[in-house]
């Protein structure tokens, strides 16, 4: 059974001039234990895609499954179940420290202060979360990123959905993540799906999901797409361009 199964899902959002269509009739099937990267243009629908997973969407049309079940009928479970770093809703607390702030989540997920404790630490080394005790407020772009994706994995989802994870990172710290996704968020039973626009990212994915104008343009083995000619044209041609 697939982790996450798509069926026809399309979205659209109201315009001046009617609507737009985010995510058009797109179906997937993806198994558990890999990492899903998400490539497209600027406006093909990733993000969308990323927060109706999450269930912070609701599509117009189609379904989505967690291990088979609709996750429109998970309720509470979907959130103990799903990790999810989009940086147009952080939601922490800019006067508190990032420390505070973990904590502060981990009690919403019904972690004991133990187990929040050992999650900060864990997360401090694997991610570079300096300054912990610092308000959170002054922290640098690339900082904010790092303590979002942190706050995805405090609870230990088995659904990680992780929009563009390197964004604002330096090299060091671009590659500190990625070394976490290939190293300890590849295991049994847990899925990554990830929007990226850099080579590095997809280079630690085994799997591709190519959006175009919303429309599920090709997905399966990264090698496979990732080899392939329409795939390597349209990836130079955005590269180019400064929005792959």
Known sequence: MPHVKVERLTKRFPSANGSITALQDV??????????????????????????????????????YLDGNDVTRLGKRLAMAVGLAVSDTPGFYERLSGRHNLEFFGALYGLTA????????SLEQALALGDPDRPYQTYSAGLKQRWLLARSLLHQPALILWDEPTRSQDPQHAAKIRALISNQLRKPGSTVIMATHHREDLATADGIVWLSQGKLRAFGERQLIDSDAAFISWWRLSQEAGQP
Request: aromatic share 2%; no cysteine; glycine share 14%.
């Open 114 to 121: 133990a187990d929040v404790r050992a999650s900060i630490e």
């Open 27 to 64: 179906s997937v099937e993806l198994a558990p234990g890999r990492i899903w990267a998400i490539v497209g243009d600027n406006g093909a629908g990733k993000t969308s895609l990323l927060k109706i997973l999450a269930g912070v969407l609701r599509a117009d049309a189609g379904s989505v």
